[in-house]
């Protein structure tokens, strides 16, 4: 069994960032609620929580931006 990867969309982090901010939910019911692992909502709060607190619209700034950087680079690497 194969799996896919499948990044989280806008929605997901707003609703994670609602779960985890305000209803206090662990990491493990944000997983049963998503439909995702909670090993993939641990790391999407490891790296966009700061001093405690998630903000799903700083999560998303920088998936953006990643996205666009590594098209990028794909980009110049095989500019022709």
Do not use: C, P
Request: glycine share 2%; hydrophobic share 30%.
């Amino acid at each position: 069994m194969s799996k896919t990867l499948n990044k989280l969309s806008h929605n997901e982090r707003y609703l994670i960032d609602i779960l985890f901010n305000q209803e206090r939910k662990s990491i493990s019911e944000i997983g049963r609620i998503l439909n995702r692992s909670k090993s993939t909502i641990s790391h999407e709060l490891k790296r966009n929580t700061f001093d405690g607190y998630y903000n799903h619209e700083v999560a998303q700034q920088k998936t953006i931006r990643k996205r666009w950087h590594n098209y990028s680079m794909y980009l110049l690497k095989y500019k022709e």
